[in-house]
């Protein structure tokens, strides 16, 4: 009996805090690999890099709580940092109201991913896809597949800049993480995410306006992710159509490695931020070990069907 207890409490502790464990493993790892790995140079690059995954993962993960996906991130960054750099470099607008335009924009662009999703019953995976296709050419049909460049220095700030030696990009994604804790934990909005994904339905007929709540969320995840975009604009100081290939996919499989089911209703903010950080991780260390981007495309592709695939198991086994 007292050997069933045991088993029952460490399996507890494992599915609780076995998302930390596989991220300190991976860092023992890289600091055996690399000397440069554990250094406040390299942690600090760490997590400007994983700043735009973890602001859009906030709205990524509000989307699949409610057992619904967004593919059209990628190409929304890519959208915006055409859009805002055409702005300010060809128009010669001000960087505030370029900014606030493309925040604008990407609500726009969620809120119709939501109203597809809900009013024509798109499945999301196809509504997104469709709109990742068309905001993909538009940004080529913007910028001519080109570059643009040319940013004032205050611009620089938002992705570059450090306020008390921490860098700017990590404050703002500590920001979004605070936002994404007070919404889910602390207001009838963050609970009716969890009992649509659940049973929407049962939601339903509990009072909460389904549908109405699929698009507020579907708007949040693009203005998110707009945010996302713009840091990363700032960061990298040059608009390209590019961009936000394969952006996206960092998100989800952060998501889903903190535990966040596909099919919804379940997941917590803190393992959603520990698998943000286990991307960021992997992405930096295969680099310093010499690994190719192609290597780290397998590895990231290994990570989430295996994240995947222990969801769909822990879900047939509670069948």
């Not at 493993?25 to 140079?41: G, W």
């Not at 994404?180 to 909005?189: A, M, P």
Request: contains cysteine; aromatic residues 10%; hydrophobic residues 55%.
């Amino acid at each position: 009996m007292i050997t069933r207890v045991k088993t029952v409490d460490i399996a507890n502790f494992l599915k609780k805090y076995g998302i930390l464990l596989i991220l300190i493993a991976l860092m023992l790892l890289f600091t055996a690999l690399s000397d440069v790995f554990l250094t406040s140079r390299n942690l600090l690059n760490i997590s400007r890099q994983i700043s735009m995954i973890g602001i859009a993962s906030v709205g990524g993960m509000f989307v699949m709580l409610l057992g619904g996906i967004d593919l059209s991130k990628g190409a929304l960054v890519s959208f915006v940092n055409i859009v805002c750099s055409y702005f300010i470099v060809n128009t010669g607008m001000d960087f505030v109201m370029a900014i606030f335009i493309c925040l604008v924009i990407s609500a726009m662009v969620g809120y119709i991913n939501g109203i597809l999703v809900t009013a024509v019953n798109i499945p999301p995976l196809i509504a997104t896809l469709g709109s990742q296709t068309i905001l993909y050419g538009f940004a080529y049909i913007i910028s001519r597949g080109q570059s643009i460049a040319g940013f004032p220095d205050a611009f620089r700030v938002i992705g570059q800049g450090h306020i008390w030696e921490i860098p700017v990009p990590v404050i703002v994604l500590v920001l979004f993480l605070a936002l994404g804790y007070f919404i889910l934990n602390k207001t009838y909005l963050g609970r009716s995410f969890y009992a649509i994904g659940g049973n929407a339905e049962a939601a339903k007929l509990s009072g909460i306006n389904v549908n109405r709540v699929k698009r507020l969320v579907y708007m949040m995840s693009g203005l998110f992710t707009g945010f996302a975009a713009i840091v990363m604009l700032s960061r990298v100081n040059s608009g390209h159509p590019n961009t936000g290939l394969g952006f996206e996919f960092d998100v989800i499989t952060a998501i889903v490695l903190g535990g966040i089911s596909v099919s919804g209703g379940s997941g917590r903010l803190f393992n959603a931020v520990v698998g943000v950080f286990i991307i960021g991780v992997v992405n930096n260390g295969l680099v310093l070990i010499g690994m190719t981007h192609y290597v780290q495309m397998v590895v990231k592709g290994v990570i989430l069907i295996t994240a995947v695939g222990i969801d769909c198991m822990q879900k047939r086994v509670k069948v």
